[in-house]
């Protein structure tokens, strides 16, 4: 073996890649909200497992990281099982030994069979799980509080899903059976009302020095103003999930200098639309809404803003929010806005995309995603394209929800070369034959001297759809072997990973023939 094998900070390094699930390694990017505590479903269990039987070397290290992340209980509780893993520990003990390893633990449902023996292990032991940092308890049940009281005394990161009568039990007892608590989810159908959020408030009021991670969701109530004036006062809350309604925005002023000051994650849903996210920024004070000579309101430490709203939104609302997101100094890394109404409410109308490029501090913008609904188009031309590209160099995600007027694959081209990060471009394309060459300005031919192929990009969404504002009318257009090979070589020495396309519109025949014949070109490029 390798001297650098026996090196343990350099396994580790090692098996965490492996313990990464090759299938979901390259899985879509973007999710509601991203998980509050990280799913094991993620884990390649099974070639942990083989390394962990590989060698001496390797079995301890291998096993701290098999067990670090379990699912449910079973693993502690099947100790009667002849054990590859552990040959020469007594089964009693085993439960233990496979406890002391643990770190995030999820609890899928209510299981009265496993937490008798549960219990019996944690009186030979205590803390039965000495490492245990983060807990997703989703039983709702009053016969596992016990349970959970024995787990919380080391849990910094927590998740609950819980029910009326669960809440009233166990939430007035976090703050003396969780004093490490630092992040805090709560989801269920009951957890809090406008007229009694009496428990949640009380909670949260028990933390003088706050939390550093919050999330409040839930299906059928909002997030009232009452508690978000307990939590803007926390000086290190850095990640905020809500779901948001009208009672939420509070009908007095503020008296805080500063709400939120340490904010960097900011994630939003709600049934309304994009006028009720504006009206929180503008009352918490989290983007400047007034003059663009004064942006004085600004919070330089948010990285994401991610809102996902059910409602429809005018391109008058879309284009005063992109407006005064220019006006701060704000340096994001993920701006995620999305409507998901698909019936019309509004008339048609458009905002121009060149209102985000202004904003002087994009450079570190990993993801764009803005998706307004069917009835609001982006104004978008390849001038934007090229502009976005030389200013958003580490692009891993653009996605304007094919909501856009058709630019050229000459602009597809440069920027999928230019932003070498690029994963994910989901746009309008004018399938043209002319799109494949520079119709605008013979200039920009500038921006792609010296450019790579992008061998990262492995998602690409095109779409041709009319949009309701003037723009040359994209018409239906014959197949033809010429067009499909030209725009698969083209797409194919653009990214020459890339496997397919997912297509919509008028010309789904073409785009077709052009996934199939890259498909073609990818896979003998791998052999």
Same mark, same amino acid.
């Given at each position: 073996?390798?001297?650098?094998?026996?090196?343990?900070?350099?396994?580790?390094?090692?098996?965490?890649?492996?313990?990464?699930?090759? @299938?979901?390694?390259?899985?879509?990017?973007?999710?509601?909200?991203?998980?509050?505590?990280?799913?094991?479903?993620?884990?390649?269990?099974?070639?942990?497992?083989?390394?962990?039987?590989?060698?001496?070397?390797?079995?301890?290290?291998?096993?701290?990281?098999?067990?670090?992340?379990?699912?449910?209980?079973?693993?502690?509780?099947?100790?009667?099982?002849?054990?590859?893993?552990?040959?020469?520990?007594?089964?009693?003990?085993?439960?233990?030994?496979?406890?002391?390893?643990?770190?995030?633990?999820?609890?899928?449902?209510?299981?009265?069979?496993?937490?008798?023996?549960?219990?019996?292990?944690?009186?030979?032991?205590?803390?039965?799980?000495?490492?245990?940092?983060?807990?997703?308890?989703?039983?709702?049940?009053?016969?596992?509080?016990?349970?959970?009281?024995?787990?919380?005394?080391?849990?910094?990161?927590?998740?609950?899903?819980?029910?009326?009568?669960?809440?009233?039990?166990?939430?007035?007892?976090?703050?003396?059976?969780?004093?490490?608590?630092?992040?805090?989810?709560?989801?269920?159908?009951?957890?809090?009302?406008?007229?009694?959020?009496?428990?949640?408030?009380?909670?949260?009021?028990?933390?003088?020095?706050?939390?550093?991670?919050?999330?409040?969701?839930?299906?059928?109530?909002?997030?009232?103003?009452?508690?978000?004036?307990?939590?803007?006062?926390?000086?290190?809350?850095?990640?905020?999930?809500?779901?948001?309604?009208?009672?939420?925005?509070?009908?007095?002023?503020?008296?805080?200098?500063?709400?939120?000051?340490?904010?960097?994650?900011?994630?939003?849903?709600?049934?309304?639309?994009?006028?009720?996210?504006?009206?929180?920024?503008?009352?918490?004070?989290?983007?400047?809404?007034?003059?663009?000579?004064?942006?004085?309101?600004?919070?330089?430490?948010?990285?994401?803003?991610?809102?996902?709203?059910?409602?429809?939104?005018?391109?008058?609302?879309?284009?005063?929010?992109?407006?005064?997101?220019?006006?701060?100094?704000?340096?994001?890394?993920?701006?995620?806005?999305?409507?998901?109404?698909?019936?019309?409410?509004?008339?048609?109308?458009?905002?121009?995309?060149?209102?985000?490029?202004?904003?002087?501090?994009?450079?570190?913008?990993?993801?764009?995603?803005?998706?307004?609904?069917?009835?609001?188009?982006?104004?978008?031309?390849?001038?934007?394209?090229?502009?976005?590209?030389?200013?958003?160099?580490?692009?891993?995600?653009?996605?304007?929800?094919?909501?856009?007027?058709?630019?050229?694959?000459?602009?597809?081209?440069?920027?999928?070369? @230019?932003?070498?990060?690029?994963?994910?471009?989901?746009?309008?394309?004018?399938?043209?034959?002319?799109?494949?060459?520079?119709?605008?300005?013979?200039?920009?031919?500038?921006?792609?001297?010296?450019?790579?192929?992008?061998?990262?990009?492995?998602?690409?969404?095109?779409?041709?759809?009319?949009?309701?504002?003037?723009?040359?009318?994209?018409?239906?257009?014959?197949?033809?072997?010429?067009?499909?090979?030209?725009?698969?070589?083209?797409?194919?020495?653009?990214?020459?990973?890339?496997?397919?396309?997912?297509?919509?519109?008028?010309?789904?025949?073409?785009?077709?023939?052009?996934?199939?014949?890259?498909?073609?070109?990818?896979?003998?490029?791998?052999?």
């Amino acid at each position: 073996m390798h001297q650098c094998l026996r090196i343990s900070e350099i396994l580790e390094v090692i098996f965490y890649f492996v313990s990464i699930d090759e @299938r979901r390694r390259f899985s879509p990017s973007y999710q509601l909200f991203p998980d509050f505590i990280p799913s094991p479903e993620t884990q390649d269990r099974r070639s942990i497992f083989r390394l962990a039987l590989t060698c001496r070397a390797f079995r301890d290290l291998a096993l701290n990281l098999l067990y670090s992340h379990l699912r449910n209980f079973w693993p502690l509780i099947l100790s009667s099982r002849p054990s590859q893993l552990h040959p020469n520990i007594p089964d009693t003990y085993r439960p233990l030994i496979l406890a002391s390893r643990i770190q995030i633990l999820f609890q899928p449902c209510q299981d009265d069979t496993a937490y008798p023996s549960f219990i019996a292990c944690a009186q030979k032991q205590s803390p039965l799980f000495p490492k245990l940092r983060s807990l997703a308890w989703r039983d709702s049940s009053l016969t596992c509080i016990p349970v959970l009281k024995l787990l919380l005394p080391t849990v910094e990161i927590l998740s609950l899903d819980i029910s009326s009568s669960f809440r009233k039990a166990i939430i007035p007892a976090l703050p003396t059976f969780a004093p490490r608590l630092k992040a805090l989810e709560i989801k269920g159908s009951l957890f809090m009302t406008d007229k009694n959020p009496s428990e949640i408030e009380s909670l949260l009021i028990s933390y003088p020095d706050g939390l550093t991670e919050l999330s409040l969701t839930c299906q059928l109530h909002h997030v009232p103003s009452t508690i978000l004036n307990v939590i803007a006062l926390w000086p290190s809350l850095r990640s905020l999930t809500l779901r948001l309604g009208i009672d939420s925005i509070p009908t007095l002023p503020l008296h805080i200098p500063q709400p939120f000051s340490a904010l960097t994650h900011l994630y939003i849903s709600c049934d309304d639309n994009l006028d009720l996210f504006t009206s929180f920024l503008r009352t918490f004070q989290i983007l400047n809404f007034g003059s663009s000579n004064n942006p004085s309101i600004t919070f330089c430490n948010l990285k994401t803003i991610q809102f996902n709203a059910e409602g429809q939104s005018s391109a008058n609302t879309w284009s005063q929010f992109l407006t005064s997101l220019a006006n701060t100094n704000t340096k994001l890394e993920h701006l995620i806005i999305t409507e998901s109404c698909y019936f019309q409410s509004i008339p048609p109308s458009s905002f121009e995309f060149r209102s985000l490029l202004a904003h002087p501090n994009l450079a570190r913008l990993s993801t764009l995603i803005l998706s307004p609904s069917r009835t609001t188009s982006i104004v978008l031309t390849d001038v934007d394209i090229l502009t976005l590209a030389r200013i958003c160099p580490h692009l891993h995600i653009l996605d304007l929800g094919l909501r856009n007027t058709p630019v050229s694959l000459h602009a597809l081209n440069i920027i999928v070369r @230019r932003c070498r990060e690029l994963r994910e471009v989901s746009l309008c394309m004018d399938v043209r034959v002319d799109a494949l060459r520079n119709r605008d300005n013979e200039n920009t031919d500038n921006d792609k001297v010296g450019l790579q192929p992008n061998d990262g990009l492995i998602k690409l969404e095109v779409g041709d759809r009319s949009q309701p504002i003037a723009c040359p009318t994209v018409r239906p257009m014959p197949s033809s072997p010429e067009l499909t090979e030209s725009i698969s070589q083209f797409l194919h020495a653009m990214a020459p990973r890339l496997k397919g396309v997912t297509f919509s519109g008028m010309h789904r025949g073409l785009w077709r023939m052009v996934s199939d014949t890259l498909w073609t070109m990818a896979t003998d490029g791998d052999d």
